[in-house]
Every structure is written in structure tokens, then in C-alpha cells.
């Protein structure tokens, strides 16, 4: 099997995937990361959006192998020491979750958002840019509240 | 998903002969359907070529054209300032496609060459006269969209940038599918600086489609009620389980109405 090197949080990691496997299942499988979720498994619930390279990536969406050499984030790179990423922080305060199955997926969806488009965000464009994660508990309201709250914080 | 033999080629002529060697091989570029399509069974490639290795990517912005290699994704061309000034349709329409994550890995060149009878950019290429690039030749869109998913590339060709002329004026509006935002009807319209209208139609029918009768009737007057009474014709339309072919002939008519009026 081909081996694979990315650096996943900051830190280097290396495993032997097929070719077919994909990004996810190399994050949750291969190094246990299983903050990153496997929702609908066609690309269109964003439960498993990661950064590679800096951009938010539907993870069931892209190969391991893809990723050789790139540099990912998943939800749980995102807390310092203890301290949650202020995205985190604002889901928490603003309670912009049930169930919190699709909650990574928004974080990592809404922390590209912010830095594609800056700190002041509108509803308007949080409901545009949250388009491919989907939430099958509740509305949008809170969640939508969040991303707003957490975006001034970064 | 069934296993395949993955290649990254860092050369145009390393990826041809790739595929040349290839029983069964698949160019990939973001892999936005490929992957779901291998996913689903629906296809099985003996081999997969992925081209992000070409490093292909970047937009150029003249005064008569616009350029945009094969391997940019959407959100590089939703968010070129040039591209903004000279055909914000074209930005506007890159927004549109599918959503955020997408855009980030999708490109222009998988997206056409792939050809999906509701993609977004079949219609700008289309509706702008666009002249496609590959490793051979260059094609124009009308000689490249061939029918549903294929295209006129020969098995080990491919595209390697879209050059899109800068038009007078150009609008773009679609109904998208509210859960896939692939588009049920997408109507892209441009009037080019030599005064000839170009209509083209995406999602609708088995590929995309020029209007002949809306580009006269927009040639002689560019504007949404020129195209009053203009229909479409839905014998030649898809039926399925969003839409009959009837409803998408009268969603041509909103749309392509739609897009003349925030052409610019």
C-alpha cells in the first residue's frame, strides 16, 4: 500500500492507505481523529468539512492519498491549551446545536467563511456560505447566531 | 468503492501518457463527482490520474478575454477582481455552483470536461462563445459539449485552459435544485462587442443548448420583454423527478428573462 505523510493539527503523520481510501477515513480510522463526522457520505451534508491547505474540504469527498504532503485541520486543532477557538466558544454560548452531530462540520464551514470574508458577517451571507452543512435537528437560527458571534471574536 | 492505481502526474504529457497506459482510466481534477460517482458504483476505474499534480491553475484578464486555467477552482474565479470588472457574470456564476467546500476543490476543467447536463459552466462557455484549450487543440464550446456527460475530447486529451471572450453585457440566472444547486434550468445570456446574442441553456435538456430564437429577438432588442411570447420547445426537454419537460420550457423563458435583466 502507497505510504502517506500529511501534517494533521500541526503535527506530522505518516500511515499506508489504498488509493480508494478516503480523507476521512484516514483521519478517524487510521489516527482516531473522530471529531471529524461521516453524515450522509455524498458530499452534500458537510458534517465532514476539514481545512487542507487552508480551505474547507468535504473529507469524504477527497482521497487520502490527494492529501499527501498537504497540511490539515480538523475540530480538533482548533482549541488552545485548554481554551476553545472563539467559533467553538460562540456554538457553546450561543447554543448553535442539538444533538451536535453536524457541529464540526459547521465550526470548520463557518472558520473558512470568516477567513475568505472577514470578521462582519451578515445573516445573509451565513446562510449563503452555510449552504452545504446541514443540521437535522433544529433551524438555523442559533447556529446562524454563532457563526455571526464568533466570526467578531476571531 | 472499488480500488484503483493513483497517479499524480506533474506534466501535461505525463498525464496523457498515464492515461494512455490506463485500461480503464479516469482523469480527476477537485473530484467533485468522480469521487461520489466511484463512491456509488457507478463507475470503477482501473486507474485514477489526478491531475491537481499539473499545478494548473490561474486566471489571466486582457482587455478582449479572459482566461482561466483548467485546474483553477470555483472559488478562485468567484473571487478574481479582473474577472469581477469585465464579466460579472461569470463571477456571479461561479458562486453558484454547488457550495462553499465544493467550490473550494471543484475546477473549471473537471467541470467541463465532465459535462453534466445541469453544470453551471457549460452554459458560460456556451453562451459566451468560450474557446477551449486542451493538450491537442483548441475547440470552440459549440464543437466541444457534444451530448449528456461527453464531450469532444479524445480519451487521453486533456483540457488545459477556458478562454472566454469579454463581452458587451452578459447575465446569468438559474433555478437551482434546492438540495444539490445543480441547476433545473440555468439561462446564461451575453451580447458580445461585435453585437451578436448568444442564449445558452444548461440543465434543461440531455446537454447544453443554444436559443436561436431568443438571440434574434434579444439582437434586435436586448431586453426582458424582447422575449415575450419566445418559447422553447419541450418535446427535446428532460422529464424527472424535479421537473417536467413542459414546467422546464416555461422556466426557460423566467430565467432567460431573469438574466437579461441583471446582465452588465
Known amino acids: 500500500m502507497p505510504a502517506i505523510s500529511m501534517k494533521v493539527n500541526g503535527q506530522v503523520v505518516t500511515g499506508e492507505v489504498e488509493a480508494r481510501t478516503l480523507l476521512v477515513d484516514f483521519l478517524r480510522s487510521n489516527l482516531g481523529l473522530t471529531g471529524t463526522h461521516v453524515g450522509c457520505d455524498t458530499s452534500q451534508c458537510g458534517a465532514c468539512v476539514v481545512h487542507v491547505d487552508g480551505r474547507a474540504v468535504k473529507s469524504c469527498t477527497a482521497l487520502a492519498i490527494a492529501c499527501d504532503g498537504a497540511s490539515v485541520t480538523t475540530i480538533e486543532g482548533l482549541a488552545r491549551n485548554g481554551t476553545l477557538h472563539p467559533m467553538q466558544e460562540a456554538f457553546r454560548e450561543h447554543h448553535g446545536l442539538q444533538c451536535g452531530f453536524c457541529t464540526p462540520g459547521m465550526i470548520m464551514s463557518a472558520i473558512d467563511t470568516v477567513n475568505r470574508r472577514g470578521k462582519t458577517l451578515d445573516e445573509a451571507t451565513i446562510r449563503h456560505e452555510l449552504e452545504g452543512n446541514i443540521c437535522r435537528c433544529t433551524g438555523y437560527q442559533n447556529i446562524v447566531a454563532a457563526v455571526q458571534a464568533g466570526a467578531a471574536k476571531m | ?264
Open chain 2, 1 to 264: 468503492m472499488e480500488n484503483f492505481a493513483y497517479h499524480r502526474p506533474a506534466s501535461v504529457a505525463d498525464a496523457v501518457a498515464a492515461m494512455k497506459k490506463a485500461k480503464d482510466g479516469k482523469f480527476m481534477s477537485g473530484g467533485m463527482t468522480l469521487l461520489p460517482t466511484v463512491k456509488q458504483g457507478l463507475a470503477a476505474p482501473s486507474d485514477v490520474i489526478d491531475l491537481t499534480g499539473l499545478k494548473n491553475s490561474g486566471i489571466s484578464v486582457s482587455g478582449s478575454s479572459v482566461t482561466v486555467k483548467a485546474g483553477t477552482t470555483h472559488v478562485d474565479v468567484a473571487t478574481d477582481k479582473g474577472i469581477r470588472q469585465v464579466v460579472p457574470a461569470l463571477s456571479a456564476l461561479a458562486l453558484s455552483i454547488g457550495d462553499p467546500a465544493v467550490r473550494n476543490r471543484g475546477t473549471i476543467g473537471g467541470s467541463i470536461s465532465n459535462n453534466d447536463p445541469a453544470a453551471d459552466y457549460p452554459a458560460a462557455c456556451l453562451g459566451l462563445g468560450a474557446t477551449i484549450h486542451t493538450s491537442d487543440r483548441k475547440l470552440a464550446a459549440g464543437e466541444f459539449f457534444t451530448g449528456m456527460f461527453t464531450t469532444a475530447l479524445k480519451p487521453a486529451e486533456v483540457v488545459t485552459a477556458v478562454e472566454f471572450p469579454v463581452p458587451a453585457k452578459a447575465g446569468y440566472a438559474k433555478f437551482p435544485n434546492p438540495a444539490s444547486r445543480y441547476a433545473m434550468v440555468g439561462v446564461f445570456v451575453a451580447k458580445l462587442k461585435d453585437g451578436s446574442v448568444r442564449v445558452a441553456v444548461t440543465g434543461a435538456g440531455p446537454a447544453v443548448f443554444r436559443v436561436p430564437a431568443m438571440e434574434a429577438a434579444l439582437a434586435r432588442d436586448f431586453s426582458a420583454k424582447a422575449l415575450a411570447g419566445v418559447t422553447v420547445d419541450a418535446k427535446t426537454l428532460n422529464t424527472d423527478m424535479h421537473a417536467s419537460a413542459t414546467y422546464r420550457a416555461h422556466l426557460i423563458g423566467v430565467m432567460a428573462k431573469r438574466a437579461v435583466e441583471v446582465a452588465k
